[in-house]
Each structure stands twice: as structure tokens, then as C-alpha cells.
């Protein structure tokens, strides 16, 4: 079987790394490429996670760029059409929600090529989310549908998804978690930061709901100063987070404040050994809310929704929307150690990739 496997954003790279690796062990039977669309570009957010995750080099890179949602995904379709014409393959295999998620699947589709649609059926019920439109599209295009959680089987039926075609493999994000755990311990992030384990706040934002609207990252920058007051917060900020700190005027709170460290995007390994000495994460980020419940560690989501809510009801996490007094009230919670109860939901084992490629061999008849 010809498998392409397509990568554009670096939740994809977390998500490809442990399949990748165990598509080692099938290469007499799977014929597997990888694509990189490019779609995020820059090296903190794409080389420097094939490095750490010991990605191998993309076969093809189509270095689409940054662009407007529309024209991002006519680029990736425009080049990855031509991908196709050489490669031929029987199979192409996408993860997530991402603008490559969508573009691919829609080219296969149109070409006849059978998909594979790796973390299916998260839903937010949200359509002013990008990603769940890309969610959507994707799930109703393809042919074998790879569920990471029991609600997102449940969400698929709901739609009309033949039960046949879904697979309930769990999170392959947990796989590349344990998968370099012993990697963790040998960062220096926290001495490089003064930080003490279970001593500060890790946070992370990039949604255009919190960091595109001046008055409410105004209003999370001014929070944050506050909680630093009672513990120390790193927070590694993202390229479009800083873009418009800077363009918002907002840079002033981040000086003179010891307490609040600032710092560029950090790679996979740096970020996890935070995540895991952490006394709580703060997060716009789904892939966080999932890690931290693997973790069990305090999550707090500046969302009004989230598409993972198994991270809710099993999980640690808690959604607080824009309610930034609760933010700062359930923080200071996890810093006196009041949290919920939580447990890690089912297949979250590190083991997903393995289902995962159990699964193609039964859908696509493998011998």
C-alpha cells in the first residue's frame, strides 16, 4: 500500500512522530512518504520539532507560507494536486484540524484516493472556530476514522459516520509524551529559567479570541502580572501572540516584573519538562488541555469551549471562557493544591500508534 502521511503545523509533527517510528516495522508492507506543507514554517515552529522529535526529513516540503485561511488551503491544494500526479498513492493520512488537514483531504477526495483521518470527531460546535470547520469537512470525506476518545466516536455517530469506518485508537499526542519522557529530565529549561519544580504557572496563548482583540489580552497580560504575585508564570509566546502585543502598545506589561518571564516559542522538549514540574498550565491550546490531563496536572482553558471535553468530565482540565477573575480564583486553587479529581481516559497509553496501524491493516485488508 502507497501511504502518504501529511504534516503542515506543529501539532501534526507531535502527532506524526510516533507513527513514523512505527511504521518502521511495516515498511515491507506499507510504502510510506511523509509531505510537509509548510504551513507553519519558521524554525521554532516547524525544524526545530523535527529535530527534537526525530522526525525524518519530509520526502517533499511544499513551502506554502503564512497566508489568509482561503488562500492557504487553495495553495496547499494547488501544490499538493500536483504531489498526487507523482506519487500516486493508494492512502493519505492526516491529523488534526489544520488548514493542510483539510486541504489534502480535499484533494483526495476529488482524485478518488482513500483517507485516513488521524484524532476524528472533536467537536467544539463552534463554526467560528476554523478548525472545526476543518474538522468537519475532513470527517465526512474520509474513509477510515481514527478516534482518540470515546466522545468523539459518540460525536461521529451522531453525524452519520457508518460505525465501520471509525476506530476508537486513543490519543497518539500521549505516545509522543511518554515516548521522550527520559528526555524531559535532561533539560536545563528550568535552571535557565530559576524556576523550582511545582513553583510556578506555565501558560500558553495564541487564539485569535485572546491575543487578536486588544481590550482582552490587555485584560489576560493584566491578569497575569497579578497572579505573578503570588507565584512565579512563564509564559513562551507565540509568534502572533507577540505580533500583536507589540502592535496593541501592550509590551509595558511585560518590563519590571521579575516574577513574569517572558520568552520566545520553546521546542517540544524544553516545553514538556515545564509542563510536567508545573504547578498549573493556563491555555488556549488543545493539545495542552490533553497533555495536562495525561499528567494530571491543573489545567485552566480561556476558552468558551473546548473540542476535548473527555478533558473535562475525566480530565483536569476546567473552561473559564473570558471569566479572568475565575482564572486567577481556580490558579491560586491549584497553587494551595484544591483541584477536582480526575483520571486518564481509555487508550490514553502510549501505545495509540500501534492501534492505529492495526487499524489500516484491517480497513485496507492488509495481508
Same mark, same amino acid.
Given at each position: 500500500?502507497?501511504? #502518504? ?24 508492507? $506499507? ?25 525524518? /526529513? ?42 493542510? *488537514? ?18 476524528? !470527531? ?37 453525524? !452519520?459516520?457508518?460505525?465501520? /469506518?471509525? /476506530? ?51 485584560? $489576560? ?15 513562551? %509566546? ?22 513574569? #518571564? ?25 493539545? %495542552?488541555?490533553?497533555? *495536562? ?21 475525566? !480530565?483536569?482540565?476546567? #473552561? ?8 486567577? /480564583? ?21 501505545? *495509540? ?15
Amino acid at each position: 500500500m502507497k501511504l #502518504i502521511n501529511i504534516v503542515g503545523a506543529r501539532p501534526n509533527f507531535i502527532k506524526i512522530a510516533p507513527l513514523m517510528f512505527e511504521l518502521k516495522n511495516h515498511i515491507n508492507k $506499507i510504502d510510506y512518504k511523509l509531505i510537509h506543507t509548510g504551513q507553519h514554517y519558521d524554525i521554532k515552529m516547524s525544524q526545530l520539532f523535527f529535530d527534537e522529535l526525530k522526525i525524518p /526529513k519530509p520526502d517533499i516540503n511544499l513551502e506554502v507560507g503564512s497566508d489568509t485561511q482561503a488562500k492557504q488551503v487553495a495553495k496547499i491544494m494547488e501544490k499538493f494536486d500536483d504531489v498526487t500526479e507523482e506519487l500516486k498513492p493508494d492512502v493519505i493520512l492526516v491529523a488534526g484540524d489544520v488548514n493542510s *488537514t483539510l486541504a489534502c483531504s480535499l484533494v483526495a477526495a476529488k482524485k478518488q484516493i482513500k483517507i485516513i483521518h488521524l484524532e476524528a !470527531g472533536l467537536r467544539s460546535y463552534d463554526r467560528s472556530m476554523p478548525e472545526e470547520i476543518n474538522r468537519i469537512v475532513t470527517d465526512t470525506l474520509a474513509d477510515l476514522l481514527l478516534a482518540p476518545s470515546i466522545d468523539a466516536v459518540e460525536n461521529l455517530l451522531k453525524e !452519520g459516520i457508518n460505525k465501520d /469506518k471509525i /476506530k476508537l485508537v486513543g490519543n497518539i499526542m500521549i505516545d509522543s509524551l511518554f515516548m521522550f519522557k527520559s528526555f524531559y529530565d535532561k533539560s536545563d529549561v528550568l535552571q535557565k529559567f530559576n524556576l523550582l519544580p511545582q513553583r510556578f504557572g506555565l501558560i500558553t496563548l495564541h487564539r485569535p479570541s485572546n491575543v487578536d482583540d486588544k481590550l482582552q489580552l490587555k485584560r $489576560i497580560l493584566e491578569s497575569l502580572d497579578t497572579l505573578s504575585k503570588n507565584i512565579k508564570i512563564i509564559f513562551p %509566546v507565540h509568534p502572533r501572540t507577540m505580533k500583536n502585543i507589540e502592535n496593541f502598545n501592550l509590551k509595558d506589561y511585560l518590563k519590571d516584573n521579575n516574577n513574569l #518571564i517572558i520568552t520566545d516559542p520553546l521546542g517540544y522538549i524544553d516545553f514538556q519538562a515545564l509542563m510536567i514540574n508545573s504547578k498549573f498550565v493556563i491555555t488556549d491550546s488543545g493539545g %495542552v488541555q490533553e497533555e *495536562t490531563t495525561a499528567l494530571k496536572i491543573p489545567c485552566i482553558t480561556l476558552r468558551k469551549n473546548t473540542e476535548r471535553p473527555i478533558t473535562i468530565t475525566e !480530565g483536569t482540565n476546567v #473552561i473559564v471562557g473570558d471569566d479572568l477573575e475565575l482564572m486567577y /480564583k481556580l490558579a491560586n486553587d491549584a497553587i494551595n493544591n484544591k483541584w477536582k479529581n480526575s483520571k486518564v481516559p481509555v487508550f490514553w497509553d502510549g501505545n *495509540t500508534s500501534k492501534r492505529v496501524i492495526n487499524a489500516i491493516y484491517e480497513a485496507f485488508e492488509i495481508l
